[in-house]
């Protein structure tokens, strides 16, 4: 009786797709609310420090006259209030989760500065 109830269960799973997935070649497809990881877009961001005021953790700090935002990724909680809070909206929330680490790094973005234009480049474009 234990062998035919066996039997049926290998050719069920002998002849139906497998209950996994083939993971390196197929990652995982992350939901639409998922929570995942900070990320900034620096020359959008006024530098104004709601961010780093909101957050719980303290892991965002914000140096206004160097202009330069930095994180702490294991600080982070991904709680999403940063997000929520900055008022240009160059912070976004990315599916994909913080990748294992041996040490706690702390990314640290700078905004690049923007070069003067000559007074003669502004008549030839005020020009034409």
């Known amino acids: 009786m234990n062998m035919m109830n066996f039997t049926r269960i290998v050719l069920k799973n002998l002849f139906s797709k497998p209950a996994t997935r083939n993971y390196p070649a197929q990652p995982k497809e992350f939901f639409a609310r998922t929570r995942g990881h900070v990320e900034i877009e620096i020359q959008a961001c006024i530098f ?4 780093s005021k909101k957050c719980p953790t303290g892991a965002i700090t914000v140096e206004r006259g160097e202009k330069k935002w930095s994180i702490e990724r ?12 900055c008022p240009k909206k160059c ?14 790094p702390t990314e640290a973005y700078v905004q690049p500065e923007l070069e ?3 007074k003669s480049e502004k008549l030839d474009r005020a020009e034409q």
Request: proline share 15%.
């Open 48 to 51: 104004c420090g709601l961010c």
């Open 74 to 85: 294991f600080g982070c909680i991904q709680c999403g209030y940063c997000v929520e809070s």
């Open 91 to 104: 912070l976004c929330m990315c599916p994909p989760y913080p990748q294992p680490e041996a040490q706690k």
């Open 116 to 118: 003067p234009i000559e």
